[in-house]
């Protein structure tokens, strides 16, 4: 299984950018997804996540109303659309696969088990 984001860049503050994650996984479809976030120096934090059928997402308090998170089953892909970006919003941004079904954890690296490279996003003042 391999995730695949691209979609990073350098932006204004203010700005807009779209992530997106591509699995090479026949069931995609049978797996919540979640965006985490890791600025140099601190820990990986959890910014958003999305069930599998897509009706249900979470957010972390700092991105809630700026970001959304939504998937393709149809395409193998979730994305994060990441709009009013802040400087402090810069991070390398990765795509994990949250464990399987019977896992109810959402909000932590530990809840996740295949993860993408990430990409990262610079936002300048």
């Known amino acids: 299984v391999q995730l695949q984001a691209s979609g990073g860049g350098l932006v204004q503050a203010g700005g807009s950018l779209r992530l997106s994650c591509a699995a090479s996984l026949r069931t995609f479809g049978s797996y919540a997804m979640g965006w985490f976030c890791q600025a140099p120096g601190k820990e990986r934090e959890f910014v958003a996540a999305i069930s599998r059928s897509g009706g249900n997402t979470y957010y972390a308090d700092s991105v809630k109303g700026r970001f959304t998170i939504s998937r393709d089953n149809a395409k193998n892909t979730v994305y994060l659309e990441m709009n009013s970006l802040k400087p402090e919003d810069t991070a390398v941004y990765y795509c994990?696969?949250?464990?399987?079904?019977?896992?109810?954890?959402?909000?932590?690296?530990?809840?996740?088990?295949?993860w993408g490279q990430g990409t990262l996003v610079t936002v300048s003042s």
């Open positions: 994990a696969r949250r464990k399987p079904a019977s896992y109810t954890g959402t909000y932590y690296p530990k809840d996740y088990d295949v």
